[in-house]
């Protein structure tokens, strides 16, 4: 799998991120252990495309996205955001580049101030970064307000005073003040009703459209990924274990643990018939992570040899890898680092 996209139209590579929690114990607050949240992961996102990082609970999605925007420091690893390497910049330089790289939270109430109006959350944002002059902030205000959907009189409302999905669409106006060119989306629609789900999903897409801007999409449900996704990476267990198109992916996944996850996923089409895959056991400890293949106590396909042999990202095509060593023989073409086109 080549990395043949010109290089300027690859807004963030990540290489080799780690992140590594320490456990304390004992009276002293002695380190006896790491959580490994984050175990080496590399990937790169065209300008304009979506990528999104899907898996079970605890996989390490959500530490990665924030990895990715310095909101938790990475253990190791680069992160290269348009040709500038995030991990090096004083809080100076990274305050300003942050004007280019937004999150936008799961929970969108615990990420809006309670005690400020829809006006103060917004109008602080374009002081801090000296965005607008005063006199023509509320008028900026109120154009990002109905750029999500919401009309100019919520400007002075709090946030306990709107459903769920309109304090989604506060937390992306927000986002969208500081005119972004990356959105990291952890988990945007999960906490809202269905009905609400699809609304907030086709105005991130929407937005992409009109403003060009390039998502890293974390989610847990599959069909969601496979309407908005460009390319997808599948992780457990800290690592990610399969990447590519999404089309490849949804189509043509060769992981065990991918094909577990998409016949977990319900179908609209009551006559398309599937076979079940029931993973065996829990997701183990990343305190302890099995030796060898993470996946392989659950796998259904395992051998001896995935207790010993390390997985690596191996292609399957041009745009498509998966770290399996019995579904993608390691010697078609085997690199430590794959990058998404």
């Known amino acids: 799998m080549n990395n043949l996209v010109d290089p300027h139209d690859v807004l963030l590579r990540v290489e080799n991120l780690k992140k590594y929690f320490p456990i304390y114990t004992g009276v002293f607050s002695r380190v006896t252990g790491v959580v490994k949240a984050v175990d080496g992961i590399s990937f790169s996102v065209q300008r304009g495309k979506t990528l999104s990082l899907v898996g079970e609970s605890g996989c390490g999605k959500t530490t990665a996205g924030r990895c990715i925007l310095r909101l938790i420091e990475p253990t190791s690893g680069t992160t290269i955001f348009d040709g500038i390497s995030i991990n090096t910049l004083k809080p100076h330089d990274l305050r300003r580049l942050r004007r280019r790289m937004q999150p936008v939270f799961q929970d969108p109430f615990g990420s809006l101030n309670p005690r400020m109006t829809v006006y ?43 459903s769920g999905g309109q304090r989604q669409r506060i937390g992306i106006a927000r986002a969208l003040a500081v005119e972004p060119e990356l959105i990291v989306a952890d988990e945007p ?8 789900q699809a609304q907030i999903l086709n105005l991130l897409m929407d937005l992409q459209r009109r403003l060009g801007l390039t998502y890293i999409f974390i989610s847990h449900d599959l069909s969601v990924v496979r309407h908005i996704s460009d390319h997808v990476a599948v992780m457990y267990l800290g690592k990610i274990v399969e990447i590519g198109s999404a089309e490849d992916i949804f189509e043509r996944a060769v992981h065990p643990y991918t094909k577990a996850l998409l016949a977990a996923a319900p179908t609209p089409d009551p006559d398309r018939k599937r076979t079940r895959i029931i993973l065996q056991g829990d997701v183990p400890s990343p305190i302890n992570p099995p030796s060898g293949c993470p996946f392989h106590p659950r796998c259904p396909d395992a051998k001896d040899s995935c207790k010993h042999q390390d997985q690596v990202l191996t292609a399957v095509t041009e745009e498509h890898a998966a770290a399996c060593h019995i579904h993608v023989p ?10 998404a086109r």
């Open 189 to 196: 629609i999960s906490a809202l009703d269905v009905s609400i």
């Open 120 to 162: 103060s959350v917004l109008a602080e944002i374009l002081a801090v970064h000296n965005l607008v002059p005063r006199n023509k902030r509320r008028d900026r205000i109120y154009e990002l307000l109905e750029m999500v959907g919401l009309s100019p009189e919520s400007a002075d409302r709090y946030p306990h005073e709107f």
């Open 330 to 339: 390691r010697e078609r073409h085997a690199r430590d680092e794959i990058y």
